[in-house]
């Protein structure tokens, strides 16, 4: 499966963004996926994850309450939404999916398969 993530922007803190990953090259449907980032200089971190069907999701710390994934398998499509966006949130967004229709995912070593990263950046 292929991944392409969009929807990265500049935005005001306190603002929103909506990321889509769209994969291609395979029914998304059987894949487990998630979000990660990773700023300038620092480690990748895990954001978020979900499972395939979109009934199990898992979110880092440091997004609980502001950050929502979800997925649209029809469309082959995976999103994040991030509402009050804080500056320290900037950063470049990954998705990334492996086959699996078990439990979620928060180890990138887990993952298979990734986007290219699109960058968010918060302005304060």
């Known amino acids: 499966v292929q991944l392409q993530a969009s929807g990265g922007g500049l935005v005001q803190a306190g603002g929103s963004l909506r990321l889509s990953c769209a994969a291609s090259g395979s029914s998304f449907g059987g894949y487990a996926s998630g979000w990660f980032r990773q700023a300038p200089g620092k480690e990748r971190k895990f954001v978020s994850s979900?499972?395939?069907?979109?009934?199990?999701?898992q979110y880092a710390d440091f997004v609980k309450g502001r950050f929502t994934i979800s997925r649209d398998n029809a469309k082959n499509t995976m999103y994040l939404q991030m509402d009050s966006l804080k500056p320290e949130d900037t950063a470049v967004y990954y998705c990334?999916?492996?086959?699996?229709?078990?439990?979620?995912?928060?180890?990138?070593?887990?993952?298979?398969?990734w986007g290219q990263g699109t960058q968010v950046t918060v302005s304060s």
């Open positions: 979900i499972n395939w069907s979109g009934s199990n999701t």
């Open positions: 990334a999916a492996r086959w699996d229709a078990g439990p979620l995912h928060d180890q990138g070593s887990e993952y298979n398969y």
